[in-house]
T-cell receptor
């Protein structure tokens, strides 16, 4: 186990609705990255938060937004859900940039989102 | 544009055999190359990672071979076991890993037959 937790485990929504997914990072980590993993595919980078600021964004529309809180936990919000948003959403936490031995991004178990 | 190409898509190996998965990348700015293992219903877990200043890294039964000039790297699983049956992803990052976004390959589903 990595110490990264995500909630909820599963979620079913309908098209047009909004969803909030949550992630608690591993103790001592100040960076959270979010990935979308479609069935049978590799994870795709959505965005990253470092000390409460967005620190990079992948090729996802603005209806995907996020937050990082002072305790370094994070939320992923998706508005106006589309059928193609059905996927496993993964959160990964990591440590300070530049510190030796902290290259690893540790993934949580993910939230399975189904959009009907 | 797929920046990390992984092959094969699926692999069947007999118990005790060697599993080999290959990846190729395009961006020469990549400086961190991890391999992740993912079981059904779980998040990816880091197996082993390498930086481009090293040509090989071994941890237990897992070895990464890295060819900088060819822009290729591979994972070798020695003495493959049924418990190794999972999906394996190679990835690459250009910001040292922890602060960079990981770009993943499409994955290789490994089945190890008893």
């Amino acid at each position: 186990e990595t110490g990264v937790t995500q909630s909820p485990t599963h979620l079913i929504k309908t098209r047009g609705q909004q969803v909030t997914l949550r992630c608690s990072s591993q103790s001592g980590h100040n960076t959270v990255s979010w990935y979308q993993q479609a069935l049978g595919q590799g994870p795709q980078f959505i965005f990253q938060y470092y000390r409460e600021e967005e620190n990079g964004r992948g090729n996802f529309p603005p209806r995907f937004s996020g937050l990082q809180f002072p305790n370094y936990s994070s939320e992923l919000n998706v508005n106006a859900l589309e059928l193609d948003d059905s996927a496993l959403y993964l959160c990964a936490s990591s440590g300070d940039r530049g510190r030796l031995g902290t290259d690893t991004q540790y993934f949580g178990p993910g939230t399975r989102l189904t959009v009907l | 544009q797929q920046q990390v190409k992984q092959s094969p898509q699926s692999l069947i190996v007999q118990k005790g055999g060697i599993s080999i998965i290959n990846c190729a990348y395009e961006n020469t700015a990549f400086d961190y190359f991890p391999w992740y293992q993912q079981f059904p219903g779980k998040g990816p877990a880091l197996l082993i990672a390498i930086r481009p200043d090293v040509s090989e890294k071994k941890e237990g039964r897992f070895t990464i071979s890295f060819n900088k000039s060819a822009k290729q790297f591979s994972l070798h699983i020695m003495d493959s076991q049924p418990g190794d049956s999972a999906t394996y992803f190679c990835a690459a990052s250009n910001r040292g890993g922890s602060q960079g976004n990981l770009i993943f390959g499409k994955g290789t589903k490994l089945s190890v037959k008893p």
